[in-house]
């Protein structure tokens, strides 16, 4: 499966951003969709995700009651949507998908696919 990932961009302190991440060559229903991101000299971070068995999303604690993960079945893409930004949620955002385990669903080592990143930079 490719990903494309788009929506980044400038925002204030407590602006939203949506982010999409398009899928081609299979199905988001048919894997574990997720958003992960980069900040400068920091490491990838698990932001949110949707397994493939359910509908329970899964979300990061530093975004937990601000961003919301969906999947569009019918346009084949998973919307990150976030909400109350803060200049900490700063980085490059990735999409990703996987055929993995409910354990490991925080590890960006185990993930297989992934888009090429868009940037979220939050400033005033």
């Known amino acids: 499966v490719q990903l494309q990932a788009s929506g980044g961009g400038l925002v204030q302190p407590g602006g939203s951003l949506r982010l999409s991440c398009a899928a081609s060559g299979g199905t988001v229903r048919a894997y574990d969709m997720g958003w992960f991101r980069q900040a400068p000299g920091k490491e990838r971070e698990f932001v949110a995700a949707?397994?493939?068995?359910?509908?329970?999303?899964y979300y990061g604690d530093s975004v937990l009651g601000r961003f919301t993960i969906s999947r569009d079945n019918t346009k084949n893409t998973v919307v990150l949507q976030m909400n109350g930004l803060k200049v900490e949620d700063t980085a490059v955002y990735y999409c990703?998908?996987?055929?993995?385990?409910?354990?490991?669903?925080?590890?960006?080592?185990?993930?297989?696919?992934w888009g090429q990143g868009t940037l979220v930079t939050v400033s005033s």
């Open positions: 990703a998908a996987t055929l993995g385990i409910l354990s490991a669903l925080r590890d960006s080592t185990t993930w297989r696919y």
């Open positions: 949707l397994r493939r068995t359910n509908s329970n999303p």
